[in-house]
């Protein structure tokens, strides 16, 4: 969606002495803005699930005073917590009140929350993953900004290691000709984009061609031509519905999986819980691989 200039990469973010935090720090959203935060910061809302996911997991979870009405793990923290809106409805009042030292919002740039918030006079980074190595680089960011540098280290390291552990099981397995339903219009994924990468490292490959982009919209046609192997995101009863769908290999041999709410929460999040999408996609793609 967008690969603006950073003034922060993830090699850069975890360098240096002792892996702290200098303020005052100014760092590139994706927006293209200067972000300048004078101090570390003590209250942060959060409006993007995998925002709040990454602060809990680098131990930065007691520093939240609010989340987006869609975060919801871990719940021992987000349940505790007010909700403001989302990032495209976002209670503005609600937000201002709380008096945050740090707003986490997405790229969007046609969102309200970064220009309203911005404009009141508080401090927001506006930027989310939208590819696999982005998620990484997101989780430095997010480490950079709070000084939790090294728990940002640890984790990506503790990702990493589960993740190519996991791709180990299938990496001598047939690829696996994959459609990913993110939405019934139907939005797919691509191969770059994270979900579309994880894809790959289960043992299997998007039928959505690059030149279409990470989260296209897709021609129908496109699906039927396709004749995918195995289908995700949409369930079996309706797949079979579908105009021109009755015959695909997929539909005939079952292998239709829908989901459950939080193996799509992990899918659909670009933060901490990689491990767990992958696992589940190796689970539907390679089942004999996790036996």
Do not use: C
């Amino acid at each position: 969606m967008r690969h603006l200039p950073r003034l922060l990469t993830l090699s850069a973010l975890l360098s240096g002495a002792g892996l702290a935090t200098s303020y005052p720090l100014t760092v590139r959203d994706d927006l293209g803005r200067t972000v300048t935060l004078t101090r570390e910061p003590r209250r942060i809302v959060s409006m993007l699930p995998s925002h709040t996911e990454t602060l809990v997991a680098l131990g930065a979870g007691e520093r939240l005073v609010a989340v987006d009405r869609f975060s919801n793990y871990p719940r021992a923290v987000t349940d505790r917590l007010p909700k403001v809106g989302s990032a495209f409805q976002p209670d503005i009042e609600a937000i201002l009140a709380l008096k945050p030292d740090l707003v986490l919002a997405d790229e969007s740039s046609s969102s309200r929350l970064t220009q309203k918030l911005e404009q009141a006079g508080l401090t927001v980074y506006g930027g989310s993953a939208q590819t696999y190595n982005e998620v990484f680089e997101k989780i430095g960011v997010l480490g950079k900004l709070t000084n939790r540098e090294a728990a940002a280290l640890n984790l990506i390291t503790r990702m990493r290691g589960e993740l190519n552990t996991l791709q180990a099981t299938v990496a001598r397995l047939p690829k696996v000709s994959t459609y990913y339903e993110v939405d019934p219009a139907p939005y797919s994924v691509g191969p770059n984009s994270f979900i579309g990468t994880l894809i790959t490292k289960a043992g299997g490959r998007t039928i959505v061609p690059a030149r279409l982009g990470d989260f296209p919209k897709i021609d129908p046609e496109l699906i039927v031509q396709a004749n995918p192997q195995v289908m995700v995101g949409v369930p079996l009863a309706e797949a079979r519905t579908r105009p021109g769908w009755a015959g695909l290999q997929a539909i005939r041999a079952g292998r239709v999986y829908t989901p459950n709410p939080e193996e799509r929460d992990a899918l659909s999040r670009p933060g901490p819980r990689l491990p767990d999408a992958l696992r589940a996609l190796i689970r539907w793609l390679h089942p004999e691989a996790l036996k």
